[in-house]
């Protein structure tokens, strides 16, 4: 199933916390907090300003993200975990993709 988000929304699939510490311990999954990174799945057309005009997002498909611990509504697509937030929800783009961990 394909998904479009519509207005100032985007679809983000969370990126996995380490399951490690700089120490060595192993974090059971129990103990893991939630992360707050995610990738850019899906991104809607944009908001309307009060004239009606379209005001596109500045996020793209492919961008990891940080945003809100308890930010956006979890919703499970094709079988996979997905978050649906606005646009004001993400706090920022982290550049470079630096993060290539394992997704969701």
Same mark, same amino acid.
């Given at each position: 199933m394909k998904f @479009?988000?519509?207005?100032?929304? *985007? *679809? *983000?699939? @969370?990126?996995?916390?380490?399951?490690?510490?700089? =120490? =060595?311990i192993i974090i059971p999954d129990t103990a893991q907090e939630k992360p707050s990174q995610g990738e850019i799945v899906a991104v809607g057309p944009g908001g309307r300003d009060e004239s009606g005009k379209l005001i596109p997002i500045d996020l793209k498909v492919g961008e990891v993200v940080l945003f809100g611990k308890w930010s956006g509504t979890e919703v499970k697509i094709d079988g996979q975990d997905l978050l649906i937030m606005k646009e004001s929800d993400i706090m920022g783009v982290i550049e470079g993709g630096a993060s290539k961990k394992k997704a969701a």
């Amino acid at each position: 199933m394909k998904f @479009r988000p519509l207005h100032d929304r *985007v *679809v *983000v699939k @969370r990126i996995n916390a380490e399951e490690k510490t700089a =120490g =060595g311990i192993i974090i059971p999954d129990t103990a893991q907090e939630k992360p707050s990174q995610g990738e850019i799945v899906a991104v809607g057309p944009g908001g309307r300003d009060e004239s009606g005009k379209l005001i596109p997002i500045d996020l793209k498909v492919g961008e990891v993200v940080l945003f809100g611990k308890w930010s956006g509504t979890e919703v499970k697509i094709d079988g996979q975990d997905l978050l649906i937030m606005k646009e004001s929800d993400i706090m920022g783009v982290i550049e470079g993709g630096a993060s290539k961990k394992k997704a969701a």
